[in-house]
Nanobody, 118 residues
Framework: QVQLVESGGGLVQPGGSLRLSCAASGSGSRINTMGWYRQAPGQQRELVATITRDFGTNYADSVKGRFTISRDNAKNTVYLQMNSLKPEDTAVYYC????????????WGRGTQVTVSS
């Protein structure tokens, strides 16, 4: 089993930056793609960015050029650097990890709140 713990959320003014971290515990060898998703009040959870074990990345159009996803395989940790934040980025951000042996199995963190407001 894999446990994911997110950190780094908070309140930031528009145009500001935050860096989220997600540390995976358990058997790291079972993890392949990791990613960040977000859910705003009254909306469905949506993909923000993903990164494969060999560092291939994918981003939602709404965050391209502003957010950067990265990972440290030795630490089983994924990061999300968020720059030029906008009020519409306000949401609970969730970390997800994909089981390497059974790709249909995903593990979720509990989420961290990001609020962009002046």
């Amino acid at each position: 089993q894999v446990q994911l713990v997110e950190s780094g959320g908070g309140l930031v003014q528009p145009g500001g930056s935050l860096r989220l971290s997600c540390a995976a515990s358990g058997s790291g060898s079972r993890i392949n793609t990791m990613g960040w998703y977000r859910q705003a009040p009254g909306q469905q959870r949506e993909l923000v960015a993903t990164i494969t074990r060999d560092f291939g990345t994918n981003y939602a159009d709404s965050v391209k050029g502003r957010f950067t996803i990265s990972r440290d395989n030795a630490k089983n940790t994924v990061y999300l650097q968020m720059n030029s934040l906008k009020p519409e980025d306000t949401a609970v951000y969730y970390c997800k990890a994909q089981n390497a042996l059974v790709p249909t199995i995903g593990y979720w963190g509990r989420g961290t709140q990001v609020t962009v407001s002046s």
